[in-house]
T-cell receptor, first 114, second 115 residues
Framework: SQQGEEDPQALSIQEGENATMNCSYK?????LQWYRQNSGRGLVHLIL?????REKHSGRLRVTLDTSKKSSSLLITASRAADTASYFC??????????????FGKGTKLSVKP | GAGVSQTPSNKVTEKGKYVELRCDPI?????LYWYRQSLGQGPEFLIY????????DSGLPNDRFFAVRPEGSVSTLKIQRTERGDSAVYLC?????????????FGEGSRLTVL
């Protein structure tokens, strides 16, 4: 079963614009991670935010977490064509799941047009 | 090694055959994970190892699937009597420890096609 659900499923923007992707999850978590996957490649870790954090920045990435709404957002500012990829959120379950059992959403497919 | 290595990168087999997929994690990483990804979906957890032991195998879909990590490094995912529904990309990941940053380092995956 998949705990995280990203929206939108697909997003197409122009280079230079900002891209916002959202993730909702179902159960209490210890942390939430965002990963990126280029077509036909493995996943690459982008950022991790803990349940007691509300916002985190890394370069052009900004992640927010609202545990009361069980949701997170990933903002990519000043997007580039090279940002074209699928983006996934992943959560661990605070209760009932093991620490290694990261649950991924279905992903948002981002297309940045030059 | 520099990253997580998976072999083969592509495997085409016939229904009913036996398949082995290999994962070589980053040196020194004690935790190793197997995920399965179908087209258009996110990765689905199968099993993870802490050292040599399977700490959680709750994601293995049935008893045709088995994974080992005998020396705490390389792992092999074994699928018996393959079915067409097993076709997917099998991803391996490793991490320094479960209690660390939580970041997983993924390999490029093994694409399995069952005809």
């Amino acid at each position: 079963s998949q705990q995280g659900e990203e929206d939108p499923q697909a997003l197409s923007i122009q280079e230079g614009e900002n891209a916002t992707m959202n993730c909702s999850y179902k159960t209490s978590i210890n942390n939430l991670q965002w990963y990126r996957q280029n077509s036909g490649r493995g996943l690459v870790h982008l950022i991790l935010i803990r349940s007691n954090e509300r916002e985190k920045h890394s370069g052009r990435l900004r992640v927010t977490l609202d545990t009361s709404k069980k949701s997170s957002s990933l903002l990519i500012t000043a997007s580039r064509a090279a940002d074209t990829a699928s983006y996934f959120c992943a959560t661990d379950a605070r209760y009932g799941g093991s620490q290694g059992n990261l649950i991924f959403g279905k992903g948002t497919k981002l297309s940045v047009k030059p | 090694g520099a990253g997580v290595s998976q072999t083969p990168s592509n495997k085409v087999t016939e229904k009913g055959k036996y398949v082995e997929l290999r994962c070589d994690p980053i040196s020194g990483h004690t935790a190793l994970y197997w995920y399965r990804q179908s087209l258009g979906q996110g990765p689905e957890f199968l099993i993870y190892f802490q050292g040599t032991g399977a700490a959680d195998d709750s994601g293995l879909p049935n008893d045709r699937f088995f994974a080992v990590r005998p020396e705490g490094s390389v792992s092999t995912l074994k699928i018996q009597r393959t079915e067409r529904g097993d076709s997917a990309v099998y991803l391996c990941a490793s991490s320094l420890s479960l209690g660390g940053t939580g970041e997983l380092f993924f390999g490029e995956g093994s694409r399995l096609t069952v005809l």
